[in-house]
């Protein structure tokens, strides 16, 4: 027991170590969220794909891929982008846009369109088929044998939706990961990724402290912090 739980703080210090001291780092591309919400929107096409690059660390183990999870987007008759997915905690939801950028933030995320636009009868067949998931429960342990259960994940969602809408075939879309959906869309030419982008919070500059030791206390708040986040998205899979 205490082996486990010095490992687990061990995976946690790491967490917020690297948080704490590798964020200033290059990294790909990086945007905030409005930057992203504009790129999307001005790229994306009915049926676009929003790949994620997150941290969950038991999608990333077991599919052996950094790719964690996946949304669907549409335009509707407002003309604003709406988001579909099955998140954990929540179920399948709808979502605008910024809002759903906002939750996901920070991620790297991937932005793929349909070669071929969606013709009205794939795009009435799909948005149905997403829309009558709506409120249903998120899960993920059926992933496994492959037979539909009461919950759905992320990458089943999408794939049964686009089954109904006859855009694929797949024979158990439980066992479709992330990275499996992304690999049978470009193989077979029916996707293609056009933006890839490192999303980041903006982050508001810390109040200098008078004395060293509030100072001392700030920083390590701000630390913990940035730990606590960090090991929900990997041990909860919050991306």
């Known amino acids: 027991m205490k082996k486990t739980l010095a490992l687990i703080l061990a995976c946690c210090w790491s967490a917020g170590f690297l948080s704490c001291s590798l964020a200033d780092e290059p990294v790909f591309s990086e945007k905030d ?9 001005e ?4 049926g676009a794909m929003i790949m994620h690059q997150g941290d969950c660390l038991a999608v990333k183990v077991f599919t052996q891929s950094p790719y964690t999870h996946v949304a669907m987007m549409f335009c509707n008759e407002e003309g604003r982008w709406v988001v579909y997915d099955s998140a954990n905690g929540t179920g399948v939801r709808k979502s605008e ?16 369109n ?16 997403l829309e009558e998931q709506i409120g249903r429960p998120y899960g993920i342990k059926h992933h496994i ?25 797949a024979e158990r879309p439980a066992k479709v990961s992330p990275a499996s959906l992304r690999a049978g869309l470009l193989n077979h030419h029916l996707y ?32 913990f912090s940035g730990t606590y986040q960090k090991c929900s998205r990997m041990f909860f899979c919050c991306d």
């Open 192 to 223: 293609s990724e056009i933006a890839e982008t490192e999303m980041i919070v903006a982050s508001i500059p810390p109040v200098p402290q008078s004395t060293w030791c509030s100072q001392m206390w700030s920083d390590t708040k701000a630390c």
């Open 33 to 41: 969220i409005r930057e992203v919400h504009n790129l999307f929107s």
């Open 114 to 129: 349909p070669n071929q636009p969606l013709s009205e009868d794939q795009k009435s067949r799909l948005l149905l088929a």
């Open 97 to 112: 846009l910024i809002d759903y950028l906002t939750e996901c933030a920070p991620n790297h995320l991937v932005l793929l």
């Open 43 to 46: 790229q994306a096409v009915d």
């Open 145 to 169: 044998s492959g037979k539909p259960a009461k919950g759905v994940h992320c990458s089943e969602y999408i794939t049964s939706a686009m089954v109904s809408a006859g855009y694929l075939t």
